[in-house]
């Protein structure tokens, strides 16, 4: 039987800042800890008890809090540890119940107010949705997003950004999205400017209950036309084009690229399956409410999910065992999806913000690109796809471009799609911004 170190011996014999590669330090005997006291509080769910130190939402929060400020105790209070909350009522919430996140800032030295955000739900279910009583244990759904966030908050405070990371855990999933509604509007009302979330739900199991396996893909969620369109800019798609270059859209494909690329590391083997549409079918999660302010927004996922293992009372039947259990997950797969979310942050929170690009081509036999200057930015790059191609082609049409705008001879706008990315002084590159109506990683104003 494999021992598990205790937490504080973990953090002591594992130094975070021993490698350049902040996802190289990502440690699976923490995240399987994180978990495991999840679970210890016996139910997580939104309507459970509140004061209880051992057991229910409350003590979660608690914990998560205490977490992210024993963090920030080793990175010098690197962190600004906040709760933001509320008092619910509605669909699922019958009586008005205080609901808190728990929620790390680490501030960018630079531009503080442009923001990445990674997020899970510490709440947890059974079978019946308002059963607040019975134990619950979540492990995965979403004890394992959770202990991603952490983690993710564990290993990034060891570096400085010149963009914030906010690091999130939600109440409420289960009974509506609350938490995520309280988090985007406190983004909203910070003024942030979010360049991405990266919402992480159901991310620790490999196979599915028909022994159907697959631990080398994540999948990743995103919308096609953007939840926040307005009527004249729904017009201007339908005329021009842009149903599948949303911001979210080409995150996912950034996000891709971004596994493609680290082929060779420890997170070996794990590549993005991209899933063009909102959520699963049928069903939602914690980065919708963001999509619906204009904030660039995707989902984590298993590519198996488990459905005996989720949203189930702990039972068996007809030899079936049923239930959100820590035996039911692959620990080494939450690792890889750990790696991976926290690669993408680290980039992302050094990038520049994407650009906001048109292109003028209408009757003429050129095309003419134009954006505003992006705060942080050294260069951009143009990048072009047939508006029948799924992604951007793995040659930019011109690389580093120090203005502002661009003219492309002899090329005819109608047959392209035409995007452009911001270039930062240490060579990343942001996602590519689509010069498509409402393909600019900004909120459409109203």
């Known amino acids: ?34 978990v495991e006291k ?15 130190p051992e057991r229910g939402i409350g003590a979660a929060i608690d914990w998560g809090l205490a977490e992210f400020e024993r963090i920030s105790e080793r990175c010098g209070d690197c962190l600004t540890v906040v709760a933001p909350e509320r008092m619910i009522e509605g669909n699922r919430v019958p009586e008005p119940t205080r609901l808190r996140n728990a929620v790390a800032i680490q501030r960018g030295s630079e531009r503080p107010n442009e923001v990445v955000i990674v997020q899970g739900h510490i709440d947890s ?7 607040s009583t019975s134990d ?29 990371i906010v690091y999130a855990l939600l109440s409420g999933e289960e009974q509506g999205l609350y938490g995520a509604q309280l988090l985007a509007d406190y ?43 307005t009527d004249e800019a729904r017009a201007a798609q339908r005329r021009d084009g842009g149903e599948n270059d949303s911001p979210s859209r080409n995150l996912s494909r950034w996000l891709d690229d971004l596994a493609e690329g680290h082929t060779t590391d420890d997170a070996a083997g794990l590549d993005v399956r991209q899933i063009w549409r909102t959520d699963r079918m049928g069903r939602g999660g914690d980065h919708i409410p963001f999509l619906e302010k204009g904030y660039p927004a995707v989902r984590f996922s298993v590519a198996v999910e488990d459905y005996e293992h989720q949203h189930q009372d702990l039972r068996t039947e007809d ?24 690669r ?33 930015a050294t260069g951009y790059t143009i990048w072009q796809r047939r508006p029948d191609e799924p992604y951007w082609r793995d040659e930019p049409v011109i690389e580093n471009v120090v203005a502002t705008s661009a003219k492309l001879e002899g090329v005819r706008g109608d047959d392209w799609i035409f995007g452009v990315s911001s270039r ?23």
């Not at 021992?3 to 995240?31: C, F, G, H, I, Y």
């Not at 908050?153 to 963009?163: I, N």
């Not at 909203?188 to 396996?213: I, R």
């Open 1 to 34: 039987m494999h021992k598990l170190l205790p937490l504080a011996a973990l953090l002591t014999a594992t130094p975070l800042a021993a490698q350049d590669n902040p996802a190289d330090s990502v440690s699976q005997e923490r995240l399987r800890a994180d």
């Open 38 to 52: 999840l679970v210890s509080f016996g139910t997580r769910h939104t309507l459970s008890v509140q004061h209880d």
């Open 125 to 131: 279910r059974v079978s019946d949705v308002m059963d």
């Open 136 to 164: 619950a244990p979540g492990a995965n759904d979403d004890g394992s997003g959770t202990a991603l966030v952490i983690e993710a908050a564990r290993v990034l405070s060891q570096h400085d950004y010149p963009t914030t």
């Open 187 to 229: 983004a909203e009302e910070q003024g942030w400017t979010v360049k991405a979330v990266l919402n992480n739900d159901v991310v620790g199991n490999s196979c599915g209950s028909d022994g159907y396996c697959d631990d080398t893909h994540v999948r990743v969620f995103s919308e096609g036309p953007r939840l926040d369109l």
């Open 319 to 342: 030899g079936t065992v049923y239930g959100d259990t820590i035996d039911e997950m692959d620990f080494p797969y939450l690792a890889k999806v750990t790696r991976l979310n926290v």
């Open 344 to 376: 993408a942050l680290d980039a992302l929170a050094q990038t520049a913000m994407p650009p906001t690009p048109t292109a003028e081509a209408a009757v003429q036999t050129f095309t003419e690109i134009a954006w505003d200057e992006v705060p942080g």
């Open 424 to 446: 930062s002084a240490d060579g990343s590159q942001s996602p590519v911004a689509s010069a498509v109506p409402a393909g600019g990683f900004h909120p459409i104003e109203q």
